[in-house]
């Protein structure tokens, strides 16, 4: 149905809708205007269909008015599934609490069985009123909508772009109140009616208008309907992942500051402003208040340690083990589980409002804590480092925690009582990676109920978020809106899971896991306004990972992980998607990275934000406030974990993770001889993961990287390398 909108700022004022004939025209009369439109559908293959939809004006001037596509669902039903990737998931079609920042469960919520609850997010309504949820492309990760209906064994995926000539599109999905018919429309300019989202309330005027229309001026909306048998929710993920790219392309991968440059800005920054003389560890931010000073897992704490410990210099691992001492000496509570913060010599939770009960706990840190703790007991004892029995008690002590948390509720909830163990707020994946903490802690302590609940638990959380495609619970201040660090959570947990036990069921569950971490990631480059800190740096949003439904914003990284289970999945399965995802994160980290030379919005060197503002949720598009946090972290990660070059000599496969270029100078049956090339401003020294075809099949395992041979090459220089099936050979 083709749709011409008149507004008065951002309420419509006239509506007019014309249905294609057989030839795919139409005539249009609104306001003294006479629109011409053309519909043109092309097969592109078997259920795929290109669609041009074309809107010339040819008689009057249009003002206040916006150009659309509608597209009409009967037969729809409240169980369909509404996908519109990083901005709502299952429709956020839940229960809603309206609160300000930052959000918290109040009383009536606080219960072991609490349906998903979310703040007030753009959503489909649940109750039985008509159902309107309205976003600019620009809020997605890709322009695009998709829907599962149960009933029919359908899947259906729309693609459109972000903007025309006449302004941003607007994505609109109306539901009737019975819930038989839905409406999905898609307009340019897009314009959000009366209010839009802001924060995480949909309370700010919109300042949306339409645009203005002269005689002889036309708008084009292309668009792709994708329309396919489909039998499950990640049966649906999974044929996203296959055409999420099809309108806006493949990105270009551009270079600039090297992993090995980044990480000797980021450790000395950690040094400079990290480092907390008095309480002897590395506090998470700078100390500006309780969550600026310590909190465990989620945003660094115990995470950070990892990659001082295996690239930093003496200082730097003295400092990091000084940490292990700072949180087992009373960071943990009687119950075993870690308490969230801590600040000026005191402990505390993870009531926002009632800070001082120590024992309110957001279990995802402890879930992280474990996984980093059994990381870094590996890369210790690979050192030949000495493990303090503090350290290895404290450490099985929070993993009989985890077991116990879970045997008593076969859940790990979101908020739990430290001391009690008893569940305060539940139904959520918070605790994602929990089962790949508790599965290399029985390996490390010869602890076989440790992995029996780390499979009942992954069992448990793949059937009921990553086969809903609803994964919730990860940060910590946005009740259980969908987000994407719950998602990376869950990947990381079956990929362990997968190398530590070899059954293909975590393999299958990872490849689900992982299509749905897909539609987190910015799947192309937005251009930002050429007056903003993104837009006159040139920065790329590729790669960047959408937070959640409320916080609307990319982020330099996964919260808080480097990103290498997409690597195994990609050694495991051949699927070079996963691949390519890695690449375009890890490759576009470094950019956001303010530098003595570059700036990033005045922050001092070593600092970076977590903001990609593609939206404007917090009204700065393409800024940042000033602030170190998190993505830090991701950053020394991804130098410590990602390999800079990958090399397989008998397959002839050469990536380039890192800011270096190559090229193929000769094979033979057994080696491979590649021409690296540094073309960056900047002095790099560069990690090569090296393996046969056959070596790629086995698990990779653990801080495989810490003794790669590297490659050292000047600014702008060349060299020539021979890789052979069992070492590397640099020339």
Known sequence: MFVILGYDGSSVVSRTDVPPDENGAGRME?????????????????????????????EGIGRQAAVGLALIGTGWSADNYVLLPGAAYAGNRFQV????????????????????????????????????????????????????????????????????DAGPVGITVSETGDRTQAEIIFSSPGVREGLRYEGCRIQRPSEDWGADFTAGESVTLRLRLCVFPCDSIPALFARFCAHRKDLTGSVTLTHGLPFSAAWDIQENKYNRDNWNENGGYYSVGLRENVHQDWQAGWVGGLMSTHPLLMHGTEQSRARALSTFDFV????????????????????????FYNLSDKNFHFVRKSADALYFLCKQWDLLHKQGVSIKPAWRDGTRR?????????????Q??????????????????????????LALAAAQFSHPDFLRVAEEGAELLYQNFTARGITTGGPGEILQCPDSESAYGLLESFVVLWETTGKAQWLAKAQDAACQCASWNVSYDFEYPPDSTFGRLGLKSAGAVMANVQNKHGAPGICTLSGDSLLKLWRATGNEFYMQMLRETARNITQYLSRADRPVDEMPAGWMNERVNLSDWDNNIGGVFRGSTWAEVSCM????????????????????????????????????????????????????LCETREQSHEPLGQNRLRDAPRIALASRQSKIITLGKNDGRFN
């Not at 072991?112 to 309504?125: C, F, G, M, N, Y």
């Not at 908020?415 to 089962?435: D, H, R």
């Not at 890192?658 to 690296?676: C, G, Y």
């Open 30 to 58: 609104q306001n003294n205007c006479v629109w011409q439109t053309q519909l043109m559908v092309t097969l592109a293959e078997e259920g795929v269909f290109d669609l041009l939809c074309t809107f010339a004006l040819t």
């Open 97 to 164: 609490r309206a609160q300000d920042y930052p959000p918290m469960f109040g009383p009536q919520d606080r219960r072991a069985d609490l349906p998903i609850t979310v703040t007030d997010v753009p959503r489909l309504s649940v109750g039985d009123d008509p159902s309107r949820l309205q976003l600019l492309a620009r809020d997605l990760t890709t322009p695009a909508a998709a829907y599962f209906a149960p009933d029919t064994q359908q899947g259906v995926i729309i693609l459109f772009d972000e903007r025309t």
């Open 328 to 351: 087992f000496a009373g960071g943990q509570a009687p119950g075993g589980l870690l308490y969230g913060c801590g600040h000026n010599g005191g402990w505390y939770g993870d009531d």
């Open 398 to 410: 929070l993993g009989n925690a985890l077991v116990r948390l879970w045997d008593n509720n076969k």
């Open 412 to 437: 790990w909830g979101q908020f739990v009582n430290a001391q009690t163990l008893e569940i305060i707020v539940g139904g959520s994946a918070a605790a994602s990676m929990a089962p790949a903490g």
């Open 637 to 688: 990660l991804t130098y410590a974990e990602v390999p800079g070059l990958y090399v397989r000599p008998d397959a002839g496969i050469v990536v380039a993770f890192d800011h270096v270029d190559t090229e193929i100078v000769e094979q033979t049956s057994d080696a491979l001889t590649v021409r690296v090339t540094n073309p960056t401003a900047f002095a790099a020294s560069v990690t090569v």
